[in-house]
Each structure stands twice: as structure tokens, then as C-alpha cells.
């Protein structure tokens, strides 16, 4: 199992969108994938799931079967935790579902986090829940892949959510707010990532397997905004043109590379377009953009558009995929 956060702690740069659009093609491409929603705001759950379907999973059960239900019994200290319900999606997509009462774990995953130098058991128990819920639903769905959707923030559940994760991607906006989030993400990232490599050396329980907490950066995608006559292309490509420095300064804690630009940066996944309309038909038909369908309203130059988007995708799915060391489906 191969597990990849997607990580920004701005919000609004089209985090949750990349996570959904690429758990679909890598189902598209024949890859058992588990999409995995870390999010309180459970902004990713919606868009797979509408609201009836959510009421049943949140309110219809003793248990809950989210994310939160599968975390329940070691938060309380019932019990320790359990394998989450999964939501097919489609055939090889399988979804944990969020839940807005995951926040409510924010508290224990934060006053767990020094008594791990103490090598208190239920620290490590409590630390690798995450983790351990993710390998579970990876278990039970046959997935070789999962793809982790997390909130914007530097918070003690996002802290657990990127210890669980062995590849961190860094979804960006061309402005200034993505730049200064990537001066505080990377040094973050290194931080935590050096903590808790002191901390699981002194697991005392054996036969408990916790995370590597590897976190290592894969690289970044660029979501373009839409031209509009307000914003002209030339403030874009302003900040774009700083991209490359600012992620090899601030993640990779390397020096700049003269000529570096977006399009010869080997840390740049993709650029990837502003879909325009083609979103509003994927929200309202509930599916992809680069499923849509004339149906769906795909109709005249959304053809095309949605055909770009598949090509898209394919092409940021296969290059993440060799970039991690997932194996794809000839």
C-alpha cells in the first residue's frame, strides 16, 4: 500500500477537486484506489456522496460509518479502532468517508504527541490510528493505492494524517497566499517529519506497526485560474515563475537552480487548466469533469474540453504513480 497526502495549508487551490479527479482515473486506469477523506469539512465525502447518502452514513447508525466511527473506540478508550466502512464509488473506488466530528479528535491526537518520548502505549496506539484505518480499508478493498485528502492547516490531526502518509503532493495556486503557504508547509513537514522519527523509535508495544511517517515530497501541481480581464495573465505568470524556487527552498531545503522555470521544473507534476463550466456539470451530474457526458450538458466545445481533461489527468495520474513507485496496469 502506498499512501499519498495532498497538502497545502492554503485553502481554496483546488486540493479536494485533484484528490476526486485522480482517485476516479486511476480507477479509469485499472488501479484498485481508496480515497480517503482526513478533511473535518468532509469537503471530498460531498462530492461523491449526496446528501441523503450522508445523513444514513452519519446519523443512520449506532456506529457511524465514517472515519470518526472507525476511531471512536480508542478515542473513548473502548477499544481500539476499526476497519472503516467503505463507500464503492464505482468498481476499484472505494471512499472513507469523512465526518465534521473528526475535528473532536484534534485534542487527544495533540496531547498524545509528547507522551510518545515517554513511550506511553496508548500515545503510539492513538499517533498511528490513522495510519492503521487506512491500512485496513487499503486491506479490505484490494487497494494498492490511497490517495489522502487533509484540511489546510498545521494542526494535530493533520500532523497524524501526514505521518500516515509516505508521499506528500502539494496542490498550488499562481499567487502569493500558495508561495507564503509553502514557507510554512515545508520547514513543517521537516519538522515533523524528524519528531516523529524520535518518537517511533521508542514504540514499547510489540507487534504494533506504526507508520513510517516518511512523507517524502513528490512534487507539485499548479492549478491555473481562469483568465479574467481583472487579473491579467501577467500577475500569474509572476508567481508562477517563483514557484519553482520557493518549493526547492522551502520543501526540498535545497538551494535554487539557475533557469528553473515551471516547464522544466522535474518537482512540477502539472499545470492544470481552469475547466470553466465543465466543474458546475461534474458537481451536478456527480461525477468527474472527463466523465461527462452530452447528457450531462457536454455538449459544442465541452467535447473537446472534457477531452482534454481526461488527457489531463491520465498524464498527472501515470507521472505521480512513477514518481511513487506504483505500478499501473499495462
Not at 488527457?311 to 506504483?326: E, M, P, Q, Y
Amino acid at each position: 500500500m502506498k499512501t499519498i497526502a495532498f497538502f497545502n495549508n492554503k485553502g481554496g487551490v483546488g486540493k479536494t477537486s485533484l484528490v476526486y479527479h485522480l482517485a476516479w482515473m486511476y480507477a479509469d486506469l485499472g488501479l484498485n484506489v481508496v480515497a480517503a477523506d482526513l478533511d473535518p469539512q468532509a469537503n471530498l465525502t460531498s462530492m461523491f456522496l449526496d446528501d441523503d447518502r450522508l445523513e444514513e452514513l452519519w446519523n443512520g447508525a449506532e456506529t457511524r460509518q465514517t472515519i470518526y466511527g472507525a476511531l471512536q473506540p480508542l478515542l473513548e478508550g473502548t477499544g481500539d479502532v476499526s476497519a472503516p466502512h467503505l463507500e464503492e464509488a464505482a468498481p476499484g473506488l472505494n471512499l472513507v468517508v469523512g465526518d465534521l466530528a473528526l475535528s473532536e479528535a484534534e485534542d487527544e491526537l495533540s496531547s498524545q504527541w509528547p507522551d510518545c518520548l515517554d513511550r506511553k502505549p496508548r500515545a503510539f496506539r492513538v499517533l498511528s490510528a490513522l495510519w492503521r484505518v487506512l491500512r485496513l480499508a487499503a486491506e479490505e478493498s484490494e487497494a494498492a493505492l490511497v490517495l489522502v485528502d487533509v484540511g489546510p492547516n498545521l494542526g494535530a490531526l493533520n500532523r497524524a494524517a501526514l505521518v500516515a502518509a509516505d508521499h506528500v503532493a502539494v496542490p498550488l495556486a499562481p499567487d502569493l497566499y500558495s508561495l507564503q503557504g509553502l514557507r510554512n508547509l515545508g520547514p513543517t513537514l521537516r519538522r515533523w517529519r524528524n519528531e516523529w522519527r524520535e518518537r517511533r523509535e521508542r514504540n514499547p508495544i510489540p507487534g504494533l506497526e506504526i507508520p513510517e511517517g516518511a512523507m517524502y515530497p513528490v512534487g507539485y501541481v499548479v492549478m491555473q485560474h481562469a483568465v479574467r480581464l481583472d487579473r491579467p495573465v501577467k500577475a500569474y505568470d509572476r508567481w508562477m515563475q517563483r514557484i519553482p524556487d520557493a518549493y526547492r527552498q522551502a520543501v526540498l531545503d535545497e538551494q535554487p537552480q539557475p533557469g528553473v522555470t515551471i516547464d522544466n521544473d522535474p518537482h512540477c507534476l502539472a499545470t492544470l487548466k481552469h475547466y470553466r463550466s465543465l466543474m458546475p456539470l461534474a458537481q451536478e451530474a456527480r461525477k468527474p469533469m472527463f466523465h461527462l457526458k452530452p447528457a450531462d450538458g457536454a455538449i459544442g466545445g465541452h467535447t473537446k474540453a472534457v477531452q482534454d481533461c481526461y488527457a489531463d489527468f491520465r498524464a498527472l495520474a501515470r507521472r505521480i504513480a512513477h514518481a511513487c513507485g506504483v505500478a499501473l496496469p499495462s
